[in-house]
């Protein structure tokens, strides 16, 4: 199995920046599409940003210019560099992986725990 175990999250000021992490540990061949996900007490769940394995990036309009996904490959840990944060980027983060299990294996997703950023003056 994979296990993704996401870091960073805590409260900032309107502004303030945070780095999350998730990383990816277990068995797995290579590690291709990572998505960020938030979702905010009351609201659906929506995707902040994305970062394939040819490193194709993409961020939601809500978050553009403010916002950036990274992976470092040697760790198989993805980033989401958050900038700027404003009163309605709180939610809770959770990371998503596409892993291929073996060479021509299927793909499969996985989960992190999610990670709390509360964003509060």
């Known amino acids: 199995q994979v296990q993704l175990v996401e870091s960073g999250g805590g409260v900032v000021q309107p502004g303030g920046s945070l780095r999350l992490s998730c990383a990816a540990s277990?068995?797995?061949?290579?590690?291709?599409?990572t998505t960020w996900y938030r979702q905010a007490p009351g609201k659906q769940r929506e995707l902040v940003a994305g970062?394939?394995?040819?490193?194709?990036?993409n961020v939601a309009d809500s978050v553009t210019g403010r916002f950036t996904i990274s992976r470092d490959n040697g760790k198989n840990t993805v980033y989401l560099q958050m900038n700027s944060l404003k009163f309605e980027d709180t939610a809770v983060y959770y990371c998503?992986?596409?892993?291929?299990?073996?060479?021509?294996?299927?793909?499969?997703?996985?989960w992190g725990q999610g990670t709390q950023v509360t964003v509060s003056s």
């Open positions: 998503n992986a596409q892993v291929r299990v073996s060479e021509l294996g299927s793909l499969r997703g996985y």
């Open positions: 277990g068995s797995f061949f290579t590690l291709e599409t």
């Open positions: 970062l394939t394995s040819d490193g194709s990036a």
